[in-house]
């Protein structure tokens, strides 16, 4: 009787933040589905009324069927039956259970039998599911893709696709090949015109595709022959109903055992085309991408907060030396730093979110009308904060989710080495999140522009600026400190002027970026809500220690110095 | 087949799986408000095999009926977030006090109210008083056959249904003539969740008396969405016979509730003779446990 929703009162939190009016208005365009749609909002209350009701359905859904199976599911895995997946009975479940919800197409418009939700409420239930079972939330979130359908498809193709997904037919989007992972641009699958039949045929070899046996998947293939890069690649829709692609095994994993990973084989599958030719990596697969990874970034706060629970009870419980651990410094230390870096991380995670938000729904609005200047440059300027803190949200809590899952196992002790404790499952889930959908050094640099052109320091100076409550004063005095060696790191580096020298600090740049701004944004929660008091004050001191750690190694660090760090190859 | 109507029987109940200190009065009554009301448990798994009819049998209606006060409507509102079509909410003060003799008259007398019927179902028992009688008196009191204690409702002809019945000792198909009161146990499928669509439908749906008391700004959401009035019968929609009605209606009297703690003892056995029956008949009526 379970529920991840209710039991977790920082989620109402974050979901009620000021700005939520802003995105609510835009993405209801003022409320006049309600015409069309007998379950679309009245006004802004009853949105915000109709977000919380379903995530509360979410979170019943994952405590009393989701969190229940994923042992089950993570020992029983799927398998490979005549060329096809058949998922785990658990996982099979799961599915159903939120298929019967009505849960599969949550931000897609009404006109599809979407939700017509906006991304915040939609990476709460993330958030919520990846606590529940982090494997299965792969096979869930994949609906992101539809989103990408909706962004880039032909009305034809959204019509023909959008209203199956929202029944609930599964998603994948594939586009790693064995000898192309982070460095998408040698994609070699092949895409070929046939003239007769008036279709695309895709033929080659995908690997490491997450959910590759779903009902319509995403495809990035060649198709302008005898070209090598990005620019010869374009983005295609294949139907599992046509036939043409068998999965011929399933990858043996650490974790997310749930979540089926297929080698696939293309023989002639007929495909459609999404978008323009070409355009495949340059801009659908960055969308797509982007999308996958702000859903990576609500997979590792969930996770944390499963480690994190998991850690407090068992130190309740669990007597040593006549009490319980909890009681030790040792041990409630680290309990309360992971809690600061769960708050931390997940501040972040709407805070993006909320940005995507705002810029995604001006992107479609334009899609109906012109829009005015101010709306214009709106857009643009949410679209920058999006793309700067994507990259730096999925880095960060990915990090933070496997410190917390560490942590959690360490705090169990002998137990929680043993396949008897919840720990160890979560342990090894959260190994991927800082690999998949970009490793964390990948993260690093698309986020390094956000500290070369000096966009993360204006939102911190704009976050510096803002009403506070004067008990809440010392942590900002703390963060002006900071900032100011920040600063100064980033002035060494920049004018050293050596793109070695920017990349061997590129993630220590970041991060202390993400230490500032993370710290202020607990600050902020605080003032709105005294309970995240704690957590303001522990990661002010983490930010404190660790940001200087990073000035300090930049300070004394010198072109000459990466000479003691380079191999041959 | 053409559709079938299908009344789901649905009560709400204080939740008495976790029952903290202060769940009983002094007065040794149920203290009802320190207790969360919820859907009846069996009742669920009830409404459960209705909507597994719905999706099966295009045209098939289900109505949820269910008396009690007038928070009661929220079982309606949780049956049509799941896919019931409407819902009764049968309310009034001369039903306080009703013992399950009691609430069956005034149950039977609504459905009577609620046009042709083809099936009723109810779960086996409500987890307050765990009688299992309303159910089966509700089939007496409409003259329609019973069957008790149904696992799955396996298939319809549209003038029969075939249903399996978990019984003590094992299982048993049956099939039975409509019109037609079935009881349903927990061992049947769980209740699907709440769909999201039909939640954000159906949320506002109010009963005229809720309306009248809320203080909320959709009021005007009532003229142009009729699905969002809920149906409240009292007694005066219902033909019925005062005396048969709340109090005066039942005739089981608390004597006391106390806590028992179950402990196996030596099986008493009995020979099915009348005479064997008639001792523990006056065994029963002595220690006051019928009577």
Redesign the interface.
């Known amino acids: 009787m379970a529920n991840y929703y209710n039991d977790n009162k920082d989620l109402k939190f974050h979901l009620s933040h000021p700005l939520m009016q802003k995105i609510v208005a835009l993405k209801e365009r003022n409320f006049t589905d309600k015409e069309k749609f007998d379950y679309a909002p009245i006004d802004f209350e009853d949105a915000m009324d109709s977000y919380d009701r379903v995530l509360e359905v979410v979170g019943e859904i994952c405590g009393d069927i989701i969190a229940p199976n994923a042992e089950g599911v993570d020992q029983e895995g799927p398998e490979v039956v005549d060329g096809h997946v058949n998922y785990a009975s658990g996982t099979a479940e799961n599915i159903k259970a939120l298929v019967d919800a009505g849960l599969m197409g949550i931000t897609l418009p009404r006109k599809y039998s979407g939700l017509n939700f906006p991304i915040v409420p939609y990476i709460m239930a993330a958030d919520i599911v990846s606590r529940a079972d982090a494997g299965f939330v792969n096979i869930w979130g994949l609906q992101d893709c539809a989103e990408t359908l909706n962004e880039f498809a032909s009305p034809e193709q959204k019509e023909h696709y959008l209203p199956r997904v929202c029944k609930g037919e599964t998603m994948a989007m594939d586009l790693t090949e064995p000898d192309a992972g982070s460095d998408l641009q040698s994609v070699q699958l092949k895409a070929t015109y046939d003239e007769k039949k008036g279709v695309w045929m895709l033929n080659g070899v995908k690997r490491f595709i997450t959910n590759g046996d779903g009902d319509i998947s995403l495809v990035l293939a060649r198709s302008e022959e005898g070209t090598k890069d990005g620019r010869g690649l374009s983005m295609f829709v294949y139907d599992k109903q046509q036939g043409g692609v068998t999965v011929r095994r399933i990858e043996h994993k650490m974790g997310i055992i749930g979540s089926p990973t297929c080698e696939l084989v293309f023989k002639n599958a007929p495909a459609e085309l999404v978008g323009t030719r070409r355009m495949g990596l340059i801009k659908y697969v960055m969308a797509l991408m982007n999308g996958a990874r702000l859903g990576i970034a609500a997979q590792s706060v969930g996770v944390s907060e499963a480690a994190y629970r998991e850690a407090l009870d068992y130190a309740r419980e669990r007597q040593q030396f006549g009490k319980a651990i909890i009681e030790f410094p040792a041990v409630y230390e680290m309990l309360s730093v992971m809690k600061a870096k769960l708050d931390a991380s997940r501040t972040l995670l709407y805070e993006t979110a909320r940005f995507v938000d705002v810029y995604k729904t001006y992107q479609h609005i334009a899609e109906e009308r012109k829009l005015e200047k101010e709306e214009r440059d709106e857009m643009k300027e949410y679209q920058r904060w999006a793309d700067f803190f994507t990259p730096l949200a999925k880095g960060i809590s990915s990090e933070y989710c496997n410190q917390n899952a560490y942590d959690a196992v360490q705090i169990h002790g002998g137990s929680g080495f043993m396949k008897d404790y919840p720990v160890e499952r979560i342990y090894r889930d959260a190994r991927i999140t800082s690999i998949y959908e970009g490793t964390t050094q990948l993260q690093v640099v698309a986020a390094i522009r956000g500290v070369t052109t000096g966009g993360y320091l204006k939102k911190i100076r704009e976050y510096e600026k803002a009403d506070l409550k004067p008990e809440l004063e010392k942590f900002r005095r703390t963060l002006i400190s900071l900032t100011e060696d920040y600063e100064e790191a980033v002035k060494k580096v920049h004018d050293a002027e050596d793109n070695e020298f920017l990349d061997f600090h590129a993630r220590r740049l970041v991060e202390m970026a993400g230490y500032i701004i993370m710290s202020y944004l607990l600050v902020l929660d605080t003032n709105r809500d005294n309970s995240f008091l704690r957590s303001a004050a522990v990661f002010n001191k983490i930010a404190k220690a660790e940001v200087r750690s990073r000035a300090e190694f930049i300070r004394a660090s010198s072109l000459e110095d990466i000479g003691h760090y380079k191999y041959e190859a | 087949m053409k559709g079938l109507k299908i009344i789901v029987l649905a009560k709400q109940v204080p939740d008495t799986r976790n029952v903290g200190k202060d769940a009983m009065k002094a007065d040794g009554t149920v203290n009802r408000a320190a207790l969360p009301a919820i859907f009846n448990p069996e009742d669920l798994n009830a409404l459960e095999q209705a909507l597994q009819l719905k999706d099966r049998y295009p045209g098939t209606t289900v109505s949820l009926l269910t008396m009690g006060p007038g928070r009661a409507a929220e079982i309606i509102r949780e049956g049509l977030y799941r896919g019931a079509d409407d819902g009764v909410l049968l309310t009034d003060r001369a039903f306080a006090g009703s013992d399950t003799l009691a609430t069956s008259y005034a149950l039977a007398q609504a459905i009577k109210e609620m046009g042709e019927v083809d099936l009723i179902i109810a779960g086996r028992q409500a987890i307050d008083g765990d009688t299992a009688q309303v159910g089966p008196q509700v089939a007496e009191k409409l003259g329609f056959p019973q069957v008790t204690y149904v696992e799955k409702i396996i298939d319809s002809t549209g003038k029969h249904v075939t249903a399996l019945r978990r019984l003590e000792n094992g299982v048993e198909t049956v099939k039975a003539p409509l019109p037609l009161v079935v009881t349903v146990n927990s061992s049947a499928a769980p209740c ?10 159906y ?1 506002h749906a109010r009963t005229v008396t809720e309306r009248q008391e809320a203080s909320e700004d ?1 009021l005007y ?1 009532y003229d142009s ?1 009729p ?1 969002l009035n809920i149906r409240e019968m009292t007694v005066n929609d219902i033909k019925a016979e005062q005396e048969q009605l709340g109090l005066s209606g039942s005739p089981t009297k608390v004597k006391k509730i106390e806590n028992v703690v179950l402990q196996a003892k030596d099986a008493k056995v009995l020979k099915p003779v009348d005479n064997d029956i008639d001792l523990l008949m006056k065994e029963l009526i002595l220690s006051h446990t019928i009577g």
């Open positions: 699907r969740t709440r769909n999201a669509t039909l939640l954000m439908k949320k959709y959401l969405r699905y």
